[in-house]
């Protein structure tokens, strides 16, 4: 059972481009969330998703963001016109439910680097 | 509101020597309660965690942590430390269908 696949693992942007980072979930997990941390900081939260449905974005950015996870294939995070503030690394996570004895399992990260 | 802080955003420690890393959580409602650590240049990896039960939580790698309801902390600790534990250790709180991260701990071995 492949764990939470991230991809690409790095990735490098002009400002004004896109990026799209792509996470995988554990097989048979339907709970997906993603993460940004910042250099020198910790972990915060972005979006917290299940199939079709975003179900918390309180952490995400009100423009440029967006996130899905549809019904077939990975979750998607976009940022669009991206600036150089968009440096970070992104990290997906998964867990087949919620509840805290329900483990989230993360992936390595996408690190994007917007030049 | 749920938080969770970590006073110490470094520690450095002689190798073999015992190490204590504090967090403090704040929370009115049932608390789930996680340390994370991330290696150099990886992602997380799940130490060990608190959901209901004895207070003294065992995880890999040889730490330990105990849950203190009345000083409402988790502090993370191993007898001994190794190089190899060098990295940066999460105090995470569930709640709201969430996790929500510590700033996090830089845990250096000095050899």
């Known amino acids: 059972n492949a764990g939470v696949m991230q991809n690409p693992r790095h990735l490098v942007r002009r400002r004004g481009q896109e990026a799209r980072l792509r996470c995988s979930p554990m097989?048979?997990?339907?709970?997906v969330y993603w993460y940004r941390q910042l250099p020198e900081e910790g972990l915060k939260f972005m979006v917290y998703?299940?199939?079709?449905?975003?179900?918390?974005e309180s952490g995400m950015p009100k423009e440029r963001f967006s996130a899905e996870f549809p019904k077939e294939g990975p979750s998607i995070l976009r940022i669009q016109q991206v600036v150089r503030g968009d440096s970070a690394a992104y990290f997906c996570?998964?867990?087949?439910?919620?509840?805290?004895?329900?483990?989230?399992?993360f992936g390595q990260g996408t690190r994007l680097t917007v030049v | 509101a749920q938080s969770v802080t970590q006073l110490d955003s470094q520690v450095p420690v002689f190798e073999e020597a015992p190490v204590e890393l504090r967090c403090n959580y704040s929370?009115?409602?049932?608390?789930?309660l996680f340390w994370y650590v991330q290696y150099p240049n990886q992602g997380l990896q799940l130490l060990l965690k608190?959901?209901?039960?004895?207070?003294l939580v065992k995880g890999i790698n040889g730490f330990e942590a105990e849950f203190n309801k009345s000083q409402t902390s988790f502090h993370l600790r191993k007898p001994s430390v190794h190089i190899s534990d060098t990295a940066e250790y999460f105090c995470?709180?569930?709640?709201?269908?969430?996790?929500?991260f510590g700033t996090g701990t830089r845990l250096t071995i000095i050899p």
């Open positions: 097989k048979g997990h339907s709970h």
């Open positions: 998703l299940q199939k079709e449905n975003i179900i918390d």
């Open positions: 996570a998964s867990s087949p439910g919620t509840g805290g004895n329900t483990e989230a399992f």
């Open positions: 995470v709180f569930f709640g709201n269908e969430k996790l929500t």
């Open positions: 608190y959901l209901s039960g004895s207070t």
């Open positions: 929370s009115s409602v049932s608390v789930y």
